[in-house]
């Protein structure tokens, strides 16, 4: 990897700030904005709606998206629904789906609000019945819970792939072979694992996958949801309209038949022609060195914090059950105070709080005030590290 190449294509580290909250939104390449300029500036026009050639460049354009990032996560391109982020991706599986009074829904403990909220409003609408499995303190999941919670009336697994507090990997194919194994659903929440590790969706075998296109260097208000083909019938859609039909006669209409059912409107044009750009980019840096040099920066993080002991760690000792990212608390201290330090003194831009999910911080981490977190990504460098450790423990020494 060439990490100079790498950091010019994004125009926004010239003014030298050391960006730590990629898991939160990831920065933007050149590539992508001037993709989307392109559109703008050369064939600003909707999609599927004319013979003119600005109408069908777009729409060619936005299929080509489709189908990149339909290689991407290496599923058929009428299995990728383009929606604005992973909560919405989230909320058409749990509003589209039919339950049964005796259905019951098992969610976890490390979910994000969007992924457990979005299944809570379905208990207090239906009077369906949720299991929450809590992982150990370090997001470790004893497969056996799942074994026990999962029956022939449960309807759906709704489980995140690798946490966003805690950093851990989940054993999402095994748990995937239970569900399945009791003819239940699997939805992986993809939102920390797309933008960073090599995946197979059909390998994995989940029935619904949701990612964020922000968090893998596409732009504001793009994100995936895949849905496996003989299930898309199934998913009644959120919304319906322009787009979504093959024929409407007075009283009647018809849907149509694959991802188009679910994209109703003029959607984020610009936008999903950008991300497709985004996935183009990450194919040509190649997704296992992505992870690999994040796994480098990550583990001298670790190694170096773990050296301080006013401060304390949260998620996986092991760097190998680890993502790019680490939360971590100077002990008794405000994890917004840190980040403003950090932000303020030291160029160090770092998200703190309950990063939208209590019940982890309260029930797994017992940490109410939240934590801070440090999420790299691939245009990240050991000299940012290191300022980053350097600051870490001047700010250590003025707090204790
Ligand atoms: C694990 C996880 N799931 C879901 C989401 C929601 O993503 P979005 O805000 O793009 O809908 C996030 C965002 O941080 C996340 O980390």
Redo the contacts with the bound molecule.
Sequence with gaps: MNLRNIREQFPILENGSIYFDS??TSLTPNIVIDKMVDYYKNYNANIGRGVYRFSEKASFEYEKAHNKVADFLKVYNNEVIFVK???EGLNIVASGLKFNKEDRIVNTLID?H??YITWLRLKDKLGLNITHIKPDSNGSFDLNNFEKSIDENTKIVSL?HIS?VLGSITPVEEIIKIAHENNCLVLV?G??SAPHIPLDLKKMDCDFFVC?G??MLGPGGT?VLYIKKDLQKEIEPLLIGGGTVTDVSLNEYSLKEDYERFEAGTPNIEGFIGLGAAVDYLNSIGMRNIKKHEQKLISIVLEELMELPEIEIFGPEQIENRSSLICFNYKGVNPHKVAKIFDEQYNILMRSGHH?CYPLIKHVINKPEGTLRCSLYLYNTEEEIKIFINAAKKISKRLT
């Design positions: 898991a939160s982020n992973s909560t994000h969007s992924n995140t966003n929440d939102a920390q964020s922000h968090k994100g939208c």
